[in-house]
């Protein structure tokens, strides 16, 4: 934080940077030939003195120092910015093949000393200049320039690598130091199939440093820088590419006036690259929780909310971070419980890429809700990458998250819970149901009971039953029928012999014997002939049961009137032989008309 | 002299209870996740002449998790066969049966076959059986009320219950009798090679009709010598040779 505000401080006022800040360098070509002349150059952005220089027992010094001085002014929004370079140039001229360091140089300002920068030089054997063959320069075509000169080559910053391992690939342009190359043509960059790539950003114009290669010095300019991850296992070969270059040729003199009005032309030259191939090696095999990443890991992992209720949504952050394929990992598997909502991860980056490869972040989240309270485990996070430094696979995990989820709002969990209890059973997975395990009808194979002869004997046996059931039945209900009719059949004689009895009676006057005698004569009578006991029959039930049988509405009357007046005469007898006489008569004459009446 | 009866009970019986002894422990291997023991032991009890419908569905559990998805479906076929109408049964047959390449399309049939099978495969032959004679003495009972009660309302109504009575168990002696020969006749095979071309004629040198593969099951309709004639659930028709086939 300070030092971004520091830093603002700095941009805003830059003239801080003017009275404290001085910048002393040295700078110089980093390869040259024996024999030739090169500047050895130091910047200052004060005025200063006393310039120490470094051993330069190695060079020549030809010439120098020679001084000079730039100043600017600039206006921008009202703030004036003024700056002095001052520099100093030595010419130098290499004795000796060899790399060579040159220790800084030291310089005084306002007293203080400054020690600049140190260098490497490369000195390599100078060539004798080859006199170029001008004569009959083609017209318009190509240009006349040899393949040692110029050419163009795809630099792997290393032969053999693992599957997904990042590696760069720069393009590189080596020239001749002195071929004026103006500008590119039909620029067929290399495609790199079987790769995942990833461009560098580079700046549009293309500077060129110096550089040694095969023992010769090129001007050398990066054309384009990717970071590549092999996708694909063996031999992969970057195949070659080309493009033209437009070199500004000098037309050969024909007079003498020519050299000093020379004509020049811009001839065009195709190059084309060699092919190059690289090693890839397959991933040895991968653990559980390996989900592409290969390179130099660390995870790491947030939960948004540790108590919530029902229904809240909750974020699971993972975060990658480090250097590799970042792009190309999935995201990790998290075992989450079943009845959680949850919803396709999402992913985002944050990703550099630089000549040292793709680093960065890349986050995941895990969004979820929780539908019933209880307390749950958001399990571990196993993040498993492949290391190529050390050929081996390495598992970071992420902590465990206890989560608590309580009932949420009533209302809420009112609407939203309707619709969601009914959740269909989820099939996680299908198989067969168990084994039964209550053995008790073990049979003989093929045996049914259906069809044997027990079987059809049942039904005979029951139709058997049956029938004897039935005769035993049918003969006691006939016994029974001639016991009534017996007794039918005898009524009408006891009556008679028990009216005899009272006419007995009558002549003897006993009266209460006679009267009694009547009455048992007709209980007796309607007991036999009605099939009712003696004990409960009764006036009313014998007049009810005698209507049952159509006996005439006349007799039922007589009948009645005898039994009143025999149970009247028994508790209060009255009346004379006459009375009692003309009951008899009464009596045995209901007797007879009953006789014939119920008889049916 | 009663020494010599127990003796021969116990041994009448011994067997019975060594059978099953043989499928507790064959479960418990099953359970075990043993599944090779225990078929191997189901087995045995099935070649002593002894069979259930839990034997024949144990069994085919068995060889569906060691992978003989023919065997799991002919033993659950055989299953099904003697007790038609129960649930685990038939889930574990269709689950096998989703592991059969060929898939045979069923011909639709009419409703009434359709409901009459329903009802037939309700139950076992036995339990038909059982039906039809429960049925028969409450007929019977009806009978006699018919004939010996006074009161018309209790003779009309144990008339009306006769009738129904005997009318039941005449259909569930018929339906038992329609089971116990499916039972015995077994004219259902399911095929064990595992892809078998069917012939139009009972040679070598027939025309190849169609192409089936193993677990699919068929009707035999027809043999001769080695060659039997089979009919698809979805009406082809064709011959075969009986070693690529086991009857269910």
């Known amino acids: ?162 599957r997904g391992e990042q590696l760069l690939a720069t393009v590189k342009l080596y020239a001749e130091p002195d071929l004026p190359i103006q500008g590119f043509e039909e620029v067929n960059l290399p495609e790199y199939e079987g790769f995942y790539s990833q461009d560098i950003d580079m700046p549009q114009q293309i500077s060129f440093t110096r550089e040694v290669y095969n023992d010769r010095i090129y001007k050398v300019g990066v054309l384009k820088k990717t970071i590549l991850f092999p996708q694909q ?73 540790t108590h919530v209720s029902t229904n809240d949504a909750v974020t699971l952050e993972v975060k990658v971070n480090g250097s590799g394929n970042i792009r190309l990992i999935r995201n990790p598997e998290l075992e989450l419980p079943s009845d959680f909502e949850v ?87 299908q198989d067969i149901r168990f084994i039964k395990q209550n053995h008790t009808k073990l049979r003989q194979r093929g045996y049914t009971f259906f069809g044997t002869t027990g079987f059809y004997a049942m039904y005979g046996g029951g139709a058997l039953a049956f029938l004897i059931v039935f005769m035993v039945y049918r003969k006691k209900a006939r016994e029974n029928a001639n016991l009534v009719l017996m007794r039918n059949k005898k009524a009408n004689r006891i009556a008679k012999k028990r009216l005899k009895e009272a006419a007995g009676f009558m002549k003897n006057n006993q009266d209460e014997q006679f009267y009694e005698s009547i009455l048992k004569a007709f209980w007796g009578y309607l007991s036999d002939k009605l099939g009712i006991e003696v004990a409960i029959l009764n006036r009313e039930r014998a007049v009810e049961e005698l209507n049952n049988r159509k006996v005439t509405r006349a007799l039922i009357d007589d009948f009645v009137k005898v039994i009143e007046q025999c149970e009247f005469a028994r508790y209060a007898p009255s009346g004379g032989s006459k009375a009692r006489h003309d009951l008899y008569k009464q009596a045995a004459s209901v007797m007879s008309k009953m006789e014939s009446q119920i008889k049916r | 002299m009663r020494i010599v009866h127990t003796i021969l009970g116990i041994v009448l019986i011994l067997p019975v209870f060594g059978q099953i002894d043989k499928m507790k422990t064959a479960d418990s291997l099953y359970t075990a996740e043993k599944y090779q023991e225990a078929v191997a032991l189901y087995e045995e009890v099935l070649q002593e002449g002894k069979e259930s419908a839990e034997l024949y569905f144990n069994l085919g559990n068995a060889y569906f998790k060691t992978g003989d998805i023919n065997h799991a479906i002919l033993n659950f076929e055989r299953a099904r066969l003697l007790d038609p109408n129960d649930e685990d049964i038939a889930f574990n047959l269709q689950v096998a049966n989703q592991y059969v390449v060929t898939s045979v399309e069923p011909l639709p049939q009419p409703f009434f076959a359709r409901w009459s099978n329903a009802v037939i495969n309700l139950n076992s032959a036995d339990s038909w059986g059982r039906i039809s004679l429960i049925a028969f003495f409450c007929f019977l009972v009806f009978l006699g009320l018919f004939l010996f009660a006074k009161s018309a309302g209790i003779k009309r109504f144990s008339f009306i219950l006769g009738i129904l009575s005997i009318v039941i168990s005449l ?26 071309t069917v012939k139009s004629s009972p040679s070598e040198n027939g025309t190849d009709l169609f192409l089936i593969y193993e677990g699919v099951k068929v009707e035999i309709t027809d043999s001769l010598d080695v060659w039997k004639e089979v009919k698809l659930l979805d009406g082809n028709l064709g011959w075969l040779k009986d070693s690529c086939i086991v009857r269910i």
């Not at chain 1, 703030?79 to 060579?100: D, M, P, W």
């Not at chain 1, 006199?131 to 318009?140: H, I, L, S, V, W």
């Not at chain 1, 989560?403 to 309707?418: F, P, R, W």
């Open chain 2, 171 to 196: 259909f569930a002696f018929s339906f038992a009798s329609k089971q116990q020969s499916k039972i015995r006749n077994r004219n259902h095979a399911i095929v064990f090679c595992p892809r078998v």
């Open chain 1, 233 to 305: 296992n063996g031999t992969i070969t970057i195949n070659p590419f080309s493009l033209t270059c437009l070199v500004r040729q000098q037309v050969g003199p024909r007079s003498f006036f020519d050299d000093f009005f020379s004509s020049y032309r811009t001839a065009r030259a195709r190059i084309t690259s060699e092919p190059v191939s690289l090693q890839v090696r397959d991933l040895p095999s991968a653990p559980a929780g390996f989900t592409g990443a290969v390179g130099n890991f660390s995870v790491n992992a947030s939960l948004s909310n």
């Open chain 1, 1 to 162: 934080m300070i030092k971004q505000l520091l830093a603002l401080l700095f941009i805003l006022n830059p003239a801080v940077i003017f009275a404290d800040g001085v910048t002393f360098e040295m700078s110089a070509p980093n390869a040259v030939e024996t024999g030739q002349q090169f500047r050895l150059s130091f910047s200052l952005n004060k005025e200063g003195g006393n310039l120490r220089l470094p051993d330069l027992s190695n060079f020549e010094i030809l010439m120098g120092p020679s001084k000079s001085e730039s100043s600017s002014t600039q206006i921008i929004n009202g703030q004036v910015t003024h700056s002095v370079t001052y520099s100093y140039i030595y010419i130098l001229r290499a004795k000796n093949e060899g790399t060579f360091e040159i220790r800084p140089a030291t310089i005084e300002v306002d007293g203080a000393v400054y020690e600049s920068n140190s260098l490497k030089i490369q000195v390599v054997k100078g060539r004798t200049p080859q006199q170029p063959q001008q004569d009959n320069p083609p017209e318009g075509g190509a240009a006349d320039v040899g393949k040692e000169d110029l050419f163009v080559r795809v630099a792997l910053s290393k032969s053999s690598v693992y």
């Open chain 1, 343 to 429: 919803y396709d991860p999402r992913s985002t980056e944050n990703i550099r890429t630089t000549d040292n490869g793709m680093s960065g972040t890349k986050t995941f989240e895990y969004l979820f809700q929780p539908r019933f309270e209880g307390d749950y485990t958001i399990p571990q996070i196993h993040f498993s990458y492949f290391n190529p430094a050390s050929g081996q696979f390495v598992t970071k995990s992420t902590p465990e998250f206890e989560l608590h989820v309580s009932k949420g709002d009533e209302e809420q969990s009112a609407t939203v819970v309707s619709s969601l209890r009914k959740e269909d059973v989820q099939l996680i997975g």
